[in-house]
């Protein structure tokens, strides 16, 4: 678990996130991977078994982490650079395992457009990326999911969704299936703004009311992410669970070192089996 601070050096925002991953109560280790890293928010779900899903979200958080720029000013990254970087881990993956592990991966990068910071949005799998802004809380990403194309077709309602025996089997993944193809979405940086990316050992345990009452009524994303991972746990914790909580606040551009002393530095997690950060 980590609070940190990262800024936007040129403008009056900057981005303040925490992070928290639990194993669960059911599982042997935890195969979720993160990165928060400036300008990198993500999370990626291991999949494949014994093992393999970690390597496949390990492998992919590394390579989104060597793209993280140090430096006085946000990255000119465009969703075709990031979607060459996806290719990158999809390759990566498949040498490792041979096409039989996989990882899910959504998540948010720090861009310019047009001389405007944004957040570009990107999602492969059924993890998840939210935003709350100015009270109103949505789900931004779409998953890549047989319940989620059942309910675009009106075959299943989303109650009916959190349930289905097929809820868990994605459509795309990086490393495996022949669909690897991410979505992206462009959003202005606001202040206030809170953005939540998280594995759907979240999602599949707690509903969207009940996050979106947490990240509502706590005000530090440190807190708020073990807030989410205690209340998956609370409710079954069935699954690996990630949380990635980041808040876009106005004011003078200040870092904090808390972590590791250097400003910019990538922070890439692995956990144990217990869910603690693993030696290096």
Same mark, same amino acid.
């Given at each position: 678990?980590?609070?940190?601070?990262?800024?936007s050096p040129d403008t009056?925002?900057?981005? =303040?996130?925490g992070?928290?991953?639990?194993?669960?109560?059911?599982r042997?280790l935890?195969?979720d991977?993160?990165?928060?890293?400036?300008p990198?928010?993500?999370? *990626?779900?291991?999949?494949?078994?014994h $093992?393999?899903?970690?390597?496949?979200?390990?492998?992919?958080?590394q #390579?989104l982490?060597?793209?993280a720029? =140090?430096?006085?000013?946000?990255?000119?990254?465009s969703?075709?650079?990031?979607?060459a970087?996806?290719?990158?881990?999809?390759?990566r993956?498949?040498?490792?395992?041979?096409?039989?592990?996989? +990882?899910?991966?959504t998540?948010?990068?720090?861009v310019?457009?047009a001389?405007?910071?944004h957040?570009?949005?990107?999602?492969?799998?059924?993890?998840r990326?939210?935003?709350?802004?100015?009270?109103?809380?949505?789900?931004?990403?779409?998953?890549?999911? $047989?319940?989620?194309?059942?309910?675009?077709?009106?075959q299943? #309602?989303?109650?009916?969704?959190?349930v289905?025996?097929?809820?868990?089997?994605? +459509?795309?993944a990086?490393? #495996?299936?022949?669909? +690897?193809?991410?979505d992206?979405w462009?959003i202005?940086?606001?202040?206030g703004?809170r953005l939540?990316?998280?594995?759907?050992?979240? +999602?599949g345990?707690?509903?969207d009311s009940?996050?979106?009452?947490?990240?509502?009524s706590?005000g530090?994303?440190?807190?708020?992410c073990a807030?989410l991972?205690?209340?998956?746990?609370?409710?079954g914790?069935?699954?690996?669970?990630?949380v990635?909580?980041?808040?876009?606040?106005g004011?003078p *551009?200040?870092?904090s070192d808390? *972590?590791d002393?250097?400003?910019?530095?990538?922070?890439?997690?692995?956990?144990d089996?217990?869910?603690?950060?693993?030696?290096?």
């Amino acid at each position: 678990m980590n609070s940190d601070e990262t800024t936007s050096p040129d403008t009056d925002l900057h981005a =303040v996130y925490g992070y928290a991953s639990d194993r669960g109560l059911r599982r042997e280790l935890n195969e979720d991977s993160l990165i928060a890293a400036d300008p990198i928010f993500a999370v *990626a779900d291991g999949m494949g078994g014994h $093992e393999a899903g970690e390597v496949a979200s390990s492998l992919c958080v590394q #390579t989104l982490a060597e793209s993280a720029i =140090v430096g006085e000013h946000l990255p000119e990254l465009s969703a075709a650079e990031l979607e060459a970087l996806l290719a990158e881990a999809d390759r990566r993956i498949r040498a490792a395992s041979g096409g039989r592990a996989g +990882t899910t991966l959504t998540g948010a990068v720090m861009v310019r457009e047009a001389g405007v910071p944004h957040w570009l949005v990107f999602n492969v799998g059924d993890s998840r990326t939210y935003r709350l802004s100015r009270g109103v809380f949505e789900q931004i990403t779409v998953d890549h999911s $047989e319940v989620q194309e059942l309910v675009a077709m009106g075959q299943i #309602t989303p109650e009916e969704a959190l349930v289905h025996p097929r809820r868990h089997v994605v +459509t795309r993944a990086l490393g #495996t299936g022949s669909d +690897t193809e991410a979505d992206f979405w462009l959003i202005p940086l606001e202040p206030g703004d809170r953005l939540m990316v998280c594995s759907d050992g979240l +999602t599949g345990e707690v509903s969207d009311s009940q996050i979106a009452q947490i990240l509502t009524s706590v005000g530090e994303p440190q807190e708020a992410c073990a807030d989410l991972v205690q209340a998956a746990l609370r409710s079954g914790g069935r699954d690996n669970v990630t949380v990635l909580v980041i808040d876009v606040e106005g004011g003078p *551009a200040a870092r904090s070192d808390e *972590a590791d002393g250097s400003p910019g530095t990538a922070h890439r997690e692995q956990f144990d089996g217990a869910g603690r950060p693993a030696a290096e």
